[in-house]
């Protein structure tokens, strides 16, 4: 159920009492009452619904077996969880109060508030969470352990915002976009050349036949931005490797299937067409207006999304999770990263400067995962055919004091944290009962009741691919 939360505005200002209503969903279904675990979702970049129904293994498999109470936070400035309401929350003045730091602080309070409410100061919590909420739910777990015995952090970017450390761990600026172009590449021989091919054609159409663009994407009218347009149809290419899901029928090899080497002119532009339509889930038989046809970020944006006006992580791409991505030449578009061009736009848009460090002196980045930091109980999971694993914990070094490295070789973002389908790799499988038996490690050696079983944290568990 859907439930408000009187949340403090500002956690560093002890004058400061404002208060705002914070989303969170709870389901009591399984759990075992007070004593018995929490599991707890460190909510990301966008409503929370979303990421309750994209986490079956944590809702519908960890919660019935471990008598969990299962609790997801909406992240504040998303969703329902506006501090000033729909119209004042995105200004810069009220932007502000958008960091990590704060949101984090959000997460304890709510969570300490809620178990004291509940009568369930034994209850120990684990947290979760995906993509930029995995990166969260490292943070937790490392700023707050005496709120949190550990955490799973799946396709947990946080490396890509610790530049300090890119040299040696391998990571540049087209760490982001290789993984895109291997994926494509790895599905089907030649097809990554042929989408290169096939948008070049599109943005040719686009400028001198704007109707003969409008017919094949199937738009009601020509694009009148044929950047615009370009980008929206990029957009869908890049954003594919990362959803490229088994039971979603695979995205990627989808498109490599239909957009073939052999296929030129019209049948070319078509083939790019439907698959386009399809990412963004446009009804073959609808007249799609050209207005929701475009991507409007300058030079398509940074690639993994950027700095864009009246929008929360516009403004967070813009204070602390600014990528320094670019796209190499002889690709789909050119994006070439240039600090002070964002710098530009950020100060137009927010006021604010970019600090490509932010994150990682407040947190260590990189740093977490080393021999001294004293952090512990940290589960990594990446997939390498994800675009954001480039920035993730990789390195069989980095397991901590229980904790451990997980990187697959044929999942996707965040796979693991997915309801257990049918059609998932074995070693997928896999690494979602390794996880399973860390966590329950973590709550035995906690002292959590409810027969809670499991091996030892102090035993590392690996599987790097």
Known sequence: RSTPFEQRVDHASPAANATWRQRYLISEAHWGGPGSPILFYTGNEGPITGFWAACGFVTEVLAPRLGALVVFAEQRFYGESLPFGRIGSFSPA????LTAEQVLADYALLLTSLKAQLHAAES????????????LATLFRA?????????????????????????????????????VERVYTEAKEGCYETLVRAVHLANATARSDGRAAAAAFGLCSPPEDADAFVFWVTEALESMPQIDYQDAGSPVNATCEAVRRELQGAELLA??????????????????????????QVAGGTPGDGPAPA?????????ETLHPFSIPPGSWRPYRFSLPAL????????????????????SGGYAIAGKDS??????????????WHGGGFLRAADALPGGAV?????????QDLRLPQTTDPPELTSVRAMEERIIRGWLRESGVGGGVGGPSPNTVHSSVS
């Open 311 to 319: 929008s929360s992580w516009g403004y967070q791409s813009c204070s």
């Open 124 to 135: 120990r919590v684990v947290a979760f969470g995906g993509s930029f909420g995995g990166t």
């Open 271 to 296: 083939a790019l067409a439907a698959v386009t339509r399809r990412y963004y889930g446009v009804a073959t038989d609808a007249c799609l207006p050209q207005t929701s046809a475009r991507n409007l």
């Open 143 to 179: 700023k707050y352990p005496h709120v949190v015995v550990g955490a799973l952090a799946a396709s947990a970017p946080l490396g890509y915002y610790s530049p300090t450390y890119w040299k040696e761990r391998g990571v540049d600026e087209l760490t982001w976009f290789r993984t």
């Open 374 to 387: 004293g952090h512990s109980n940290i589960i990594w999971s990446n997939g390498r055919r994800d675009p």
């Open 343 to 362: 710098t530009a736009l950020c100060r137009q848009y927010y006021n604010v400067t970019p600090d490509l460090h932010r994150l990682e002196r407040w």
């Open 406 to 414: 997980f990187v697959m070789n044929s999942t996707a973002h965040h």
């Open 94 to 97: 009220a932007l502000a109060l």
